[in-house]
């Protein structure tokens, strides 16, 4: 019962934010259309485009505190001079519902004010009891420098509007979303989004990032709809970061999420 | 004093850019209704800043000196952050004296806006020797100020019918509203204020039992700078930590600026406004021992109740301060108080503690409600008061917050920081908690609901200053009522969330556009939900233009629309557009401000505030509700040298209306206007 009960809620608000981005995205509004860091590849893959090491990160996200319902991600970024690719892995669910989803992406900067990118998606979903499905998407984004501290971006999920064929009514969202990242100084970056999904609405993000000390940072955001407030913060210690980060629905309450990589 | 190249030079730098900031002043009103129109968005009409009005003016008159500048000074100004007060305090420590008022522009947290602002309230001097007083300075060095309004309702009232004036509801006096104030100021040392007021339909000079005014307000103060701080008998104001425990006069909440969230404790104040409740009466003073502020209060005081029919029991206090009819009249001054105590406070550079404790005892004992919401209401008699609240400021950030307790009641908690992560980045986290239980009768902490009780919330705002030219604030903040509330019979929550541009193209254009939604819970008309509320949603847009056309007139634009919906039943909304003509040329006596507004509201629910000016020290932000059209003017007309004439008409005509307003102000017609005059004489 609690489960289906949870299906219900989860249905309604998950399908708007299933892009599942990074703690660092995530505690800052789960904004990060102009962001650039590994886990670009869960919501704007151009942000990989100026990684200039290999790169492998982790990532669990709880939701709702619950103990069943997880997110488990991992994604890989490995550079060839200016020709970036990406590797993703994403597991949603409990033990009768799940959802995942592997990517690859090519990202390249153009002359360092322009960076475009294309990914590829292949999704699994599998519900106890109704079988399971599989479909291919397509993503595509770009981010563009308006001047040294000023990014902007926008990146389109599914366009094809891909489809599971076998389970009917289970969509794939078709998104868009723009974004704008702006760094008031080395140590404060200011992030906000807006977020379009087809026939679900526009959320609207906002997000801030404070470098307290080069190797500590403390962020936040809040989204509009659903209204959600977000905290979190970012260790980075030689070649290793942690971030860590959680969101607060006011009704269904905590999510924590936790991040951790390693640069080559 | 010794300059250096490197100084000298930072001087000439300042001055090459001095110009642009001279041409940024404005004239006084102006700049005094950009501060309060940044600090109350939406306040009701209800609010009363004729004192934080009258506060600015002065100091406008009377600059603060830069280099002898206090905490208490600059905290008076409003739009000051305490980091910013905090940064002037030190810069000059640090810097040696200010030379020039433009060297604030190097302080880190002041913004150039701030700036602006603040040049107009302080000066710079070399300091002056120890001022004598004699009883001749005493009168002839010194500032007063009389002034008189009046004003009514030219459209007869139904309270003010002579058809059947035996009846209970009508209005035993006139239609004529009436206020005479006198201030007195001698160099900031001394100083006394009487205000006397008649509202409409109230009685003046005009019966065997009331002879003369409604009310009388008045007080004589001192301030100095040896162990008696501050020393003042008659009405005063009390504002300590966040308003939890003690906060009387105007406090502002959630604004459209960083500046007023966390609230700045004044202590102990003249009082000056005409709000006829929240105030104390009797004599306080603030006396210092070294680091050690206290302030001791006494008040006694008689406020406005109806009783329970066997009248042993108080079942409401009024705070409206109107006694018009037989019953309101027969309700006045019902009821007395008696308020003792005293506050402690720990001051240092950083770190400042204070301690509050008071009590206060009613003649007769409050009554329980009858409905489930009033159940944690006050009753008895008997109230004590105690609360802790702390600042702290380190480096770039500033803590701030206060405890509170009422003594067989519950607590109340607030807790915040303000940061300013780089000088164009300020960010404010405020987290509160006042039990359903906590009573306080002059909390005035930051709250959803109109009283800080029952709620708990998280607040959070970041203001952006991307160039010279635009800047963003905005704040979300989650709110939840553990018990039920009037009109809401379950525990809710909800969440409002604010966004505002400013685009300041050059000195004479200026464009805002401002986005604000509030989620709320209320009891459910009809429909059956598992808890019995459903959603109000409400969504305010508005885009304001001003723009200068010369060096005599600018024009304002305000467009506004509402959207209110409830539950899953249609939404509806309000519209509001309105032009302002501002007349203000460099040298003449005659200046004045015209609006036009149309509006067109579904109901009560859609009903848009806005700011309207008005005679100087009167502020006024009333609803535009139904559908028509709303005109005033005002103008100013200097006589001579310190005396001033004002006169403002306004008119609201109402479409497919045939009667406007309800009760005793009920008007037959479709029109409602208004007239007010005004002289001051300064001498």
């Known amino acids: ?219 936040g955001g809040i989204s509009a709809s659903p209204f959600k407030q977000y905290a979190g913060f970012g260790i980075q210690h030689h070649r290793f970061t942690l971030d860590v980060a959680s969101s607060s629905h006011p009704n269904l309450g905590y999510s924590p999420n936790l991040a951790f990589s390693y640069e080559f | 004093m010794n300059f250096n190249g490197k100084y000298f030079g930072f001087i000439l730098f300042l001055l090459s850019i001095m110009p642009h900031i001279v041409c940024a002043q404005d004239d006084d009103s102006d700049i005094i209704e950009k501060i309060l129109d940044i600090l109350s968005p939406d306040l009701g009409d209800e609010q009363d800043y004729s004192d934080i009005a ?207 969230i966390a609230k700045q404790d004044f202590g102990l104040k003249p009082y000056s406004s005409v709000n006829e409740s929240m105030f104390l009466r009797g004599a306080s003073g603030t006396f210092k021992f070294r680091k050690l502020f206290f302030t001791p209060f006494f008040s006694k005081k008689n406020l406005d109740a109806s009783t329970t029919d066997q009248g042993k029991e108080i079942s409401t206090i009024s705070f409206s301060g109107l006694h018009r009819t037989k019953s309101e009249i027969e309700n006045k001054s019902r009821l007395s108080s008696t308020i003792y105590g005293a506050h402690i406070q720990f001051n240092s550079k950083r770190l400042n503690i204070g301690f509050t404790s008071y009590q206060t005892q009613f003649s007769l004992p409050f009554s329980i409600g009858k409905s489930l919401y009033e159940q944690y209401d006050f009753r008895g008699n008997l109230l004590t008061n105690l609360g802790i609240n702390y600042d702290y400021n380190y480096k770039n950030t500033y803590f701030f917050g206060e405890m509170a307790h009422s003594k067989n009641g519950g607590s109340a908690f607030i807790n915040g920081i303000m940061s300013s992560l780089s000088p164009r980045v300020s960010l404010v986290l405020m987290h509160r908690r006042y039990a359903k239980n906590y009573h306080s009768f002059f909390n005035q902490s930051v709250s959803e609901a109109s009283n800080p009780v029952n709620e708990s919330g998280f607040y959070s705002a970041l203001s952006l200053k991307f160039d010279s030219k635009w800047d963003l604030f905005t704040y979300s903040d989650f709110f939840r009522f553990p018990w039920l ?53 409400k969504q305010n847009y508005r885009i304001e233009i001003s723009y200068g056309i010369n060096d005599r007139f600018s024009f304002r634009n305000r467009v506004e629309m509402v959207r209110y919906q409830k539950g899953n039943s249609k939404f509806e909304l309000g519209f509001l557009n309105y032009q302002d003509i501002i007349y203000k040329p460099m040298s003449s006596r005659l200046s004045g401000n015209v609006r036009f507004g149309i509006f067109d509201t579904e109901s009560f629910n859609s009903r848009i505030y806005a700011y309207e000016n008005d005679v100087l020290y009167a502020y006024s932000v009333p609803a535009y509700q139904g559908k028509g059209v709303r005109f005033y003017v005002n103008a100013r007309y200097t006589l001579i040298r310190g005396f001033d004439l004002w006169l403002r008409y306004s008119l609201t005509s109402y479409y497919d209306q045939i009667t406007v307003g309800s009760g005793g102000d009920q008007i037959n017609g479709n029109k409602r206007s208004d007239i007010r005059m005004q002289i001051r004489y300064q001498f």
């Open chain 1, 1 to 219: 019962m609690k489960c289906i009960c949870l299906i219900f809620i989860l249905f309604q608000t998950e399908l708007i934010a299933q892009i599942s981005p990074g703690p660092r995205s995530l505690s800052m509004g789960s904004a990060g259309v102009a962001l650039k860091d590994v886990w670009s590849l869960q919501h704007n893959s151009a942000g990989i485009a100026e990684i200039r090491r290999p790169i492998f990160a982790l990532g669990y996200e709880r939701h709702f505190s619950d103990q069943d319902l997880s997110t488990q991600k991992a994604v890989f970024v490995i550079p060839f001079k200016q020709h970036v690719f990406g590797l993703s892995f994403h597991r949603y669910g409990f033990s009768e519902y799940s959802e995942q989803t592997a990517g690859i992406a090519y990202s390249r900067n153009f002359s360092g004010a322009l960076a475009l990118s294309i990914m590829l998606k292949y999704h699994q979903l599998s519900i106890y009891k109704y079988g399971s499905s599989s479909a291919v998407s397509v993503d595509a984004g770009l981010q563009y420098r308006i001047s040294d501290r000023f990014w902007i971006g926008t990146h389109i999920s599914n366009p094809s509007n891909s489809r599971f064929q076998d389970l009917l009514g289970s969509t794939i969202p078709s998104s868009l979303s723009f974004g704008v990242s702006f760094e008031f100084s080395d140590k404060v970056l200011v992030i906000s989004d807006i977020y379009m999904v087809l026939n679900a609405g526009i959320d609207t993000k906002l997000g801030l990032e404070y470098r307290l000390i080069k190797w500590f940072a403390l962020r």
């Open chain 2, 485 to 537: 509330k009037f009109r809401v019979n379950a525990p809710s929550s909800g969440y409002e969330i604010f966004a505002q541009i400013n685009y300041k193209m050059n000195k004479k254009l200026n464009l805002n556009t401002r986005f604000k939604q509030q989620v709320r819970e209320e009891n459910s008309e009809g429909i059956i939900t598992h808890s019995g509320l459903e959603t109000v949603d």
């Open chain 2, 54 to 260: 009258e506060r600015l003016n002065y100091y406008r008159k009377h600059p603060i000196d830069l280099n002898n500048a206090t905490k208490d000074q600059l905290q008076e100004l409003i739009f000051l952050s305490p980091i910013q007060i905090n940064e002037i305090l030190s810069h000059s420590l640090e810097n040696g004296p200010f030379i020039n008022v433009y060297e604030l522009q190097s302080i880190r947290s002041l913004d150039i806006e701030s700036v602006n602002l603040l040049i107009n309230f302080v000066k710079v001097t070399l300091p002056t020797s120890f001022q004598d007083l004699t009883f001749k300075k005493l009168v002839q060095k010194a500032d007063h100020d009389i002034m008189v309004r009046i004003g009514k309702i030219l459209e007869r009232q139904a309270g003010f019918s002579t058809l059947a004036n035996s009846k209970e509801a009508n209005y035993q006096g006139s239609a004529w509203r009436v206020l005479t104030r006198y201030r007195y100021n001698f160099s900031n040392s001394l100083a006394a204020s009487l205000n006397m007021e008649k509202d409409a339909g109230e009685q003046f000079f005009d019966s065997s039992k009331n002879k003369g005014f409604d009310f009388y307000s008045g007080n004589i103060s001192i301030r100095g700078s040896g162990v008696v701080k501050k020393l003042l008998i008659g009405d005063y104001a009390l504002q300590f930590g966040q308003g939890l425990v003690m906060w009387s006069g105007s406090g502002f909440g959630k604004g459209s600026g960083i500046s007023t």
